[in-house]
């Protein structure tokens, strides 16, 4: 069984003001546990997503169906002219991740640095989950997710395709997006108190 992974998801000192780097950069590191957590969540299941390239194939992925939904978060709740530097921070952040895990298990990229190659997949991508809704605090829409799921059956294997858009509908992408939601509504708290922690199931 695995066991409880827990992730900071608010500051111990709230009430002092933070810049939007600063909370991108928490925001970052949550999405990027949470992803690697649903992954771990999908090999439980039975899925073979493999270490390599399919494994940062699922979590970029995923990372970017995070990230589209926190932006949304960020614009109802710092409005559109502080959301734009919080965003940028995140997805620099975010790639940041990729290129180090990435540059680890694969090596250098011929085709340029794996976090430009993420931020170049988050701003296509972006356009296309900007045709869905994601709401605050009811979070996304049918669509939304179901554009995820339709974006992972490229990348898992072809005996799993058929069940990967249930998988992710019915519990993983909800899974996910609540741990997102409470780790948000804690790093943008202002509220002081003990650090509170989001649990997540894996190693």
Do not use: C
């Not at 970017?64 to 949304?72: E, T």
């Not at 605050?136 to 997710?145: K, L, Q, R, S």
């Amino acid at each position: 069984m695995s066991t409880a992974l827990r992730i900071k998801a608010h500051w111990f000192k709230a009430e002092q003001a933070k810049t939007p780097e600063q909370t991108a950069s928490a925001m970052a590191f949550i999405a990027w546990r949470v992803a690697v957590n649903m992954l771990k969540r999908m090999r439980e299941a039975g899925f073979d997503i493999d270490a390599g390239p399919a494994y940062f194939g699922f979590v970029r992925e995923v990372l970017v169906f995070l990230l589209a939904g926190i932006d949304r978060i960020a614009y109802a709740r710092l409005g559109a002219e502080a959301r734009q530097p919080f965003t940028a921070a995140l997805v620099r952040r975010v790639g940041d991740f990729l290129n180090d895990n990435e540059l680890d298990l694969l090596g250098p990229s011929a085709d340029g640095s794996y976090r430009d190659r993420f931020i170049d997949q988050f701003n296509a991508l972006a356009e296309h989950y900007g045709a869905f809704a994601w709401s605050d605090p009811d979070g996304p829409d049918f669509a939304f997710v179901r554009y995820l799921g339709s974006r992972l059956e490229a990348v898992v294997p072809e005996k799993d395709r058929r069940w990967v858009v249930d998988q992710v509908m019915a519990i993983e992408a909800p899974e996910a997006v609540a741990l997102v939601q409470r780790a948000m509504q804690g790093v943008f708290s202002t509220e002081p108190r003990h650090a509170r922690r989001v649990p997540l199931s894996g190693d």
